[in-house]
């Protein structure tokens, strides 16, 4: 492997290597100029297909905090996905005109109380 000059002095005879990168890519020190770099980065974050799983099982109803445990994230993240996929969406409402009827189906609502067996005997 050939030096890598510094991108800062350009200088590549007093470059070593210092370490590793969050995401794991070796960081170099230019001894001359005494400033860190790295020349070869790895690219940050998850890929965009675990995003996409993601995203597909939030859509099938799976909860964010079950995501989360299948794909071995933190459940904030896929909160996070999905919020800026939300943001990425045109506004649903085009029409500005006021709704006057609308129409409800299959709505129930059970007022009484529901007696149970065992406290009958
Ligand atoms: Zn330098």
């Given amino acids: 492997m050939t030096n890598p000059t510094c991108p800062h002095c350009h200088s590549a005879c007093f470059v070593i290597k210092c370490g590793l990168n969050d995401s794991g890519s070796q960081r170099l020190r230019c001894q001359a100029c005494r400033r860190y770099f790295t020349p070869q980065p790895k690219p940050a974050g998850y ?71 065992s406290m009958s005997c």
């Fill in 47 to 117: 890929e965009q297909s675990i995003r996409t799983f993601a995203l597909k099982l939030h859509l099938e109803g799976t909860s964010l905090r079950a995501i989360g445990r299948l794909l071995h994230l933190n459940h904030q993240t896929v909160v996070n996905w999905v919020n800026a996929e939300a943001q990425r969406l045109p506004e649903l409402v085009c029409d500005q005109t006021p709704t006057r009827k609308v129409e409800i189906d299959e709505l129930f609502t059970f007022l009484g109380k529901k007696k149970s067996k």
